[in-house]
């Protein structure tokens, strides 16, 4: 292995300021760039196929502040050169001699953090099992690309013991592995890929994987595609009949799974802790090239590994890496904002979240509570949390919150739009001036949050959630709640509305609806048409009924995590609201008969 002197990467199309350098390793050279500061931890990140190196350009950028990053192309990809012949020049054993020889060159004296995707995940999976490589692997990140030996075996396990359950699990990675077929026939793959393919390619992942158009891929695809064919023909089939016994992973493992992936089923790495015993999983709803359109998430994810694993390795106590709430490998690291945050649900639902090791910003118009909501959030998990203090119906103060938060904590992931108001009262005893103090609040103060914040998730391309705060009474209606209901149901439709706009560009809705829930919600309520004395009568009584009925506010809270989870339009909290929602689909006539009740206040 030779190296050459590394020089500024000019006329290339990595990433912005890379250093480029060429090492040389059986009989070909390898193009390799790199980014940061040397004296830093190396990342060292492996593409798959058909990419380049240009695939991890915006991962790059964005560790490159705190590693010291190394993106190379794979021998016959890119501006690295193709063995000759190329038959038998693409197997793992040569693979790794590659990644040793690029180890050797950007970090001679510190092992390195190895990232893979695709098939630059598989091939990992080999580095980071073979005895020769120990000592030179300080973590691995795997995404979208099983250890060709961990599938034979999952493989054999299903067909020598099958079930019904299994038949349908290799059934189904049989039909999403039919381009694998593909790529074992002669000559077509090739005809494809520097014919038609080659050129409809770049359209076709901008449509299906809404991947931004710019950069990515290069002009040199069609020759990737076509000498990557042989990492499959030359592995595949060998690997897949006989698996190798000792691959045991002998580094941590982060396995980043897509929920979208339309080639690997998540069932393939059902069993992977017995081949990684110090395992991370983290699930991630994005289809199969998440370097390209979830790179903020996956450089804060890796990010957090390596600085977690470089803790261990030089002897210092990590920090625990993964919280332990029941969604964490969902969305530690994510950037979560909730409004209403300084108690009740939202306070509830920012702790849910940094259980689970998101980011947490904590909005409230009460500065005191915002701040010990975002105090105690960092106690509970959350890698950093922050306060911030607005008040939701102020439409400038909302721009300004969100551009602040854009500047110094990041896009947000998941926006929760909860600072609501309750309100009381017939509809001629409610005044112009109360219907418009809730509605400035529980509508307006929805319709800033998703503008301002939602707007920024459309704009950086990468997916979110938004989850409004609704309430069983957007779909009860009550001669008590004329006002109240008015704003939760427009809350509700909002929420629908958006949700179809939203498909489109990975962002989803959802409307929470809780019923009586135990917050001090009721103690702050207004009571229109009477007096004061009565007024504070109305509030005590009402606080002692949803008292009485004592449902959590931390009930609520798992609900929103479970609905961003699983993508769900309309989720009515509490027994009472679940029964509401139904007869408002099926009995309306008997739901309109009970709101002419007198209510029991």
């Known amino acids: 292995m030779s190296v050459e002197k590394a020089h500024p990467a000019a006329g290339t199309t990595g990433p912005e300021g890379a250093r480029e350098r060429r090492v040389r390793t059986g009989g070909i050279e390898l193009c390799v760039a790199e980014l940061g500061d040397t004296a830093h931890p190396t990342v060292l990140l492996v ?6 190196k240009e695939v991890w350009s915006e991962v790059a950028t964005r560790l490159a502040d705190r590693f010291h990053v190394v ?6 990809h890119g501006r690295s050169q193709a063995p ?16 040793l020889a690029v180890a050797d060159a950007v970090s001679p004296d510190r092992p390195v953090h190895l990232v893979g995707h695709d098939w630059g995940s598989v091939q990992s999976w080999e580095f980071a099992t073979v005895k020769r490589t120990q000592g030179r692997i300080a973590s691995f990140t795997s995404m979208s690309g099983p250890s060709l030996d961990h599938f034979g075996h999952w493989i054999k396990k299903r067909m020598s013991r099958p079930t019904p359950r299994r038949a349908a699990q290799l059934l189904n990675q049989g039909i999403k592995s039919w381009y694998v077929y593909m790529l074992h026939t002669p000559v077509l793959p090739e005809l494809a890929w520097r014919g038609p393919l080659g050129k409809r390619w770049p359209k076709m992942l901008e449509r299906i994987e809404k991947i931004p158009a710019g950069g990515y891929p290069t002009s040199s695809l069609p020759q990737d595609a076509a000498h990557g064919a042989w990492l499959y023909r030359d592995n595949v089939r060998t690997r897949l009949r006989r698996p190798r016994a000792d691959a045991y992973a002998h580094v941590p493992v982060q396995l980043i799974t897509p929920t979208g992936d339309v080639f690997l089923s998540e069932r393939l790495y ?9 395992l991370v999983r983290r699930t991630l709803p994005a289809k199969h090239w ?7 998430q996956l450089a804060a994810w890796i990010a957090e590994f390596v600085t977690a694993n470089e803790d261990s390795t030089a002897g210092v106590a990590p920090r625990e890496s993964v919280a332990g709430g029941k969604y964490a490998d969902r969305f530690g690291g994510q950037l979560v904002l909730v409004t209403g945050a300084g108690s009740g649900i939202g306070r509830a639902t920012a702790f849910a979240f940094a259980e689970a090791g998101a980011r947490i910003v904590a909005v409230d118009r009460d500065a005191e509570g915002a701040s010990r909501t975002a105090e105690l959030a ?3 998990g959350a890698p950093d949390a922050w306060a911030e203090v607005v008040d939701v119906s102020d439409a400038q103060a909302m721009e300004k919150l969100a551009e602040k938060v854009a500047a110094d904590y990041g896009v947000v992931d998941v926006l929760v739009n909860n600072a609501g108001i309750g309100m009381s009262g017939s509809f001629m005893s409610t005044s112009a001036e109360d219907w418009k103090k809730v509605l400035d609040v529980n509508l307006w103060g929805v319709i800033h949050g ?25 779909f009860q209606p009550s001669k008590a709640l004329p006002a109240y209901s008015t704003s939760k149901a427009a809350v509700l439709m909002l929420s629908e509305c958006l949700r179809a706009e939203l498909a489109g560009q990975g962002i989803g809705v959802s409307a929470i609806c809780p019923g009586l829930v135990n917050t001090n919600i009721t103690a702050t309520s207004r009571f229109t048409g009477v007096s004061e004395e009565e007024e504070k009568r109305k509030q005590k009584r009402s606080s002692r009924l ?21 993508n769900q339009a309309v989720v009515p909290v509490t027994p009472e609201a679940r029964g509401a929602h139904l007869m408002s689909r099926f009995t309306p006539k008997a739901l309109r008969a009970i709101a002419r009740l007198e209510p029991p206040l």
């Not at 020049?89 to 693979?95: A, H, N, P, W």
């Not at 059902?270 to 110090?278: G, K």
């Not at 998440?290 to 903020?296: E, H, I």
């Open 47 to 52: 593409h798959g196929y058909p990419d380049s």
């Open 71 to 76: 993106l190379y192309d794979v021998r016959g």
């Open 84 to 99: 000759k012949p190329l038959r038998g020049g693409f197997t793992l054993e040569k693979l790794t001699d590659d990644f």
């Open 270 to 278: 059902d069993e992977l802790e017995l081949w990684a015993p110090q």
């Open 290 to 296: 998440v370097p390209r359109t979830r790179p903020d």
């Open 378 to 380: 960092r106690l509970i």
């Open 450 to 474: 998703c503008r301002t914040f939602g707007k920024q998730m459309a704009e950086r391309g990468q997916g979110g959630h938004i989850v409004n705060t609704a309430s069983a009474a957007a």
């Open 546 to 566: 949803y008292g009485l009925r004592n449902y959590p506010p931390e009930k609520v809270a798992d609900a929103v995590l479970r609905a961003v989870v699983k």
